[in-house]
């Protein structure tokens, strides 16, 4: 049996911070468009059931517009013999109820505050659903203290909008403890929108929100799919189809000559993003990025002058095969100006030193001092190396010279900025 559920759709809020050139499709990038693709990958993957987590729609003046777009899709999901079930969140606390109650075949589940099960069969395997809604916006209570379960046939799945871990909360508090311990196989989690890594060994969790609404939900976005079979759960996959993604790069500028140099560096990040983007089956249509710019250089104010004139530019990146639009939502400036090693090499105190060591990393490699620096590097790294918790990465205890060097060198670097800044602050 198969199940598609997904946490905090929002339908009816638009995602912000769009470019001009999107903010007239945004309809095809938001809930309402994720929405729509859960619908007909539903159909298309033999789902049997899906389940909506809370916060299905982002405010009571969204109910047409909910309605519209919900009742289509259900239709068609009934259509094709799949049943929908949802519980409320403190967003749609009220619209929930008005349109479970307008549309046929879409089951509230737990309403008015009161924890319902019900037992769903397809051939030999069952499934029983426990859900609560919000009765009000704000819920002090701990809805599972009125949990008393009475476990049904095949997997028991707990569907809930509550805070996790948040004891003064006033959306629904409840402990990671309670929910392990509540007697049910698999809880699905909505409210907070970053996704947790749910798995058959560990079914319990956030689903996140089904697409990133603003750049402060950047990664990996979708419903998830979860497989039953003989009364378990047998697989849990996150399944990305967010026609919007977000992201956050880094890019580190300090090896550039010219500032234009910045730009092919800035395109090789996006085309691996595109990479990975673009394998998975759904690529998203927009992808909107928060770029920082970090290492030492001199040319700071350049690198920042050209990217100023060249706004309009970065509305609209296309990569690789081109089928995300790639825009940069914002681009921030942490470039150092570069260090004059040789001047910092002569200083008596811990920079100094830290310093002296660089140099020598980057030196001639026959050198004495060098090769003992590495030898004892190595040394260290081969212990940690030999940890029995890395095993399952795979024999990597070899540790090359060319590589220990790269980690030391980037680690004094990172040490030698970080003291370097605390002499600025005093
Ligand atoms: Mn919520």
Redesign the pocket.
Same mark, same amino acid.
């Given at each position: 049996m198969k199940i598609m559920a997904t946490g905090?759709l929002h339908i009816g809020r638009v995602p912000s911070r769009l470019p001009e050139s999107l903010s007239q499709r945004a309809d095809e990038l938001g809930p309402s468009a994720v929405w729509n693709l859960m619908v007909e990958q539903a159909i298309e993957k033999g789902v049997k059931v899906v389940l909506l987590a !809370?916060?299905v729609v982002e405010e009571e003046s969204d109910f047409f517009e909910a309605y519209r777009i919900l009742d289509e899709g259900i239709r068609r999901l009934v259509r094709g013999g799949i049943k929908v079930f949802a519980v409320a !969140?403190? $967003?749609d606390v009220r619209v929930l109820p008005r349109l479970a109650d307008q549309i046929d075949d879409f089951h509230l589940l737990g309403r008015e505050g009161e924890w319902e099960s019900c037992t769903l069969q397809e051939d030999t395997e069952s499934l029983t659903l426990h859900g609560w809604s919000f009765n009000t916006e704000k819920v002090i209570d701990n809805p599972l203290r009125e949990f008393h379960p009475r476990r049904g046939a095949g997997v028991n799945l707990g569907l809930l $909008?509550c805070d996790r871990d948040q004891s003064g909360s006033v959306?629904a508090p409840v402990s990671s403890a309670e929910l392990k311990s509540a007697g049910l196989d698999c809880w699905l989690l !909505? $409210?907070i929108h970053v996704p947790e890594r749910l798995t058959p060994e560990l079914p319990i969790g956030y689903l996140g929100s089904a697409v990133g609404l603003d750049p402060g939900e950047p990664g990996d976005r979708g419903p998830w799919l979860l497989e039953l079979a003989k009364g378990r759960i047998t697989a849990i996959e996150h399944f990305l189809i967010a026609p919007l993604h977000w992201d956050r790069l880094t890019v580190d500028v300090s090896s550039i000559q010219e500032p234009e140099d910045v730009r092919g560096l800035l395109l090789k990040r996006i085309d691996e993003l595109s990479r990975d983007l673009t394998a998975r089956a759904l690529p998203p249509a927009a992808a909107g990025l928060r770029v920082e710019f970090t290492g030492r250089s001199d040319l700071r104010g350049r690198i920042q002058e050209l990217f100023e004139s060249q706004h309009e530019a970065l509305e609209n990146l296309y990569s690789g095969e081109g089928r995300t639009q790639f825009f940069i939502e914002r681009l921030s400036y942490s470039i150092q100006p570069a260090l004059d090693m040789a001047d910092l090499a002569r200083r008596s105190d811990p920079p100094g030193l830290l310093a002296r060591q660089l140099l020598k990393l980057e030196g001639e490699p026959e050198d004495p001092e060098r090769r003992e620096l590495l030898a004892k590097a190595r040394a260290r790294l081969a212990e940690q190396a030999a940890k029995p918790w890395w095993r399952t990465l795979g024999d990597d205890s070899q540790i090359s010279e060319e590589k220990a060097a790269e980690w030391l060198r980037q680690a004094g670097l990172a040490a030698l900025d970080k003291l370097l800044s605390q002499e600025e602050k005093k």
């Amino acid at each position: 049996m198969k199940i598609m559920a997904t946490g905090d759709l929002h339908i009816g809020r638009v995602p912000s911070r769009l470019p001009e050139s999107l903010s007239q499709r945004a309809d095809e990038l938001g809930p309402s468009a994720v929405w729509n693709l859960m619908v007909e990958q539903a159909i298309e993957k033999g789902v049997k059931v899906v389940l909506l987590a !809370g916060d299905v729609v982002e405010e009571e003046s969204d109910f047409f517009e909910a309605y519209r777009i919900l009742d289509e899709g259900i239709r068609r999901l009934v259509r094709g013999g799949i049943k929908v079930f949802a519980v409320a !969140g403190n $967003h749609d606390v009220r619209v929930l109820p008005r349109l479970a109650d307008q549309i046929d075949d879409f089951h509230l589940l737990g309403r008015e505050g009161e924890w319902e099960s019900c037992t769903l069969q397809e051939d030999t395997e069952s499934l029983t659903l426990h859900g609560w809604s919000f009765n009000t916006e704000k819920v002090i209570d701990n809805p599972l203290r009125e949990f008393h379960p009475r476990r049904g046939a095949g997997v028991n799945l707990g569907l809930l $909008h509550c805070d996790r871990d948040q004891s003064g909360s006033v959306y629904a508090p409840v402990s990671s403890a309670e929910l392990k311990s509540a007697g049910l196989d698999c809880w699905l989690l !909505g $409210h907070i929108h970053v996704p947790e890594r749910l798995t058959p060994e560990l079914p319990i969790g956030y689903l996140g929100s089904a697409v990133g609404l603003d750049p402060g939900e950047p990664g990996d976005r979708g419903p998830w799919l979860l497989e039953l079979a003989k009364g378990r759960i047998t697989a849990i996959e996150h399944f990305l189809i967010a026609p919007l993604h977000w992201d956050r790069l880094t890019v580190d500028v300090s090896s550039i000559q010219e500032p234009e140099d910045v730009r092919g560096l800035l395109l090789k990040r996006i085309d691996e993003l595109s990479r990975d983007l673009t394998a998975r089956a759904l690529p998203p249509a927009a992808a909107g990025l928060r770029v920082e710019f970090t290492g030492r250089s001199d040319l700071r104010g350049r690198i920042q002058e050209l990217f100023e004139s060249q706004h309009e530019a970065l509305e609209n990146l296309y990569s690789g095969e081109g089928r995300t639009q790639f825009f940069i939502e914002r681009l921030s400036y942490s470039i150092q100006p570069a260090l004059d090693m040789a001047d910092l090499a002569r200083r008596s105190d811990p920079p100094g030193l830290l310093a002296r060591q660089l140099l020598k990393l980057e030196g001639e490699p026959e050198d004495p001092e060098r090769r003992e620096l590495l030898a004892k590097a190595r040394a260290r790294l081969a212990e940690q190396a030999a940890k029995p918790w890395w095993r399952t990465l795979g024999d990597d205890s070899q540790i090359s010279e060319e590589k220990a060097a790269e980690w030391l060198r980037q680690a004094g670097l990172a040490a030698l900025d970080k003291l370097l800044s605390q002499e600025e602050k005093k």
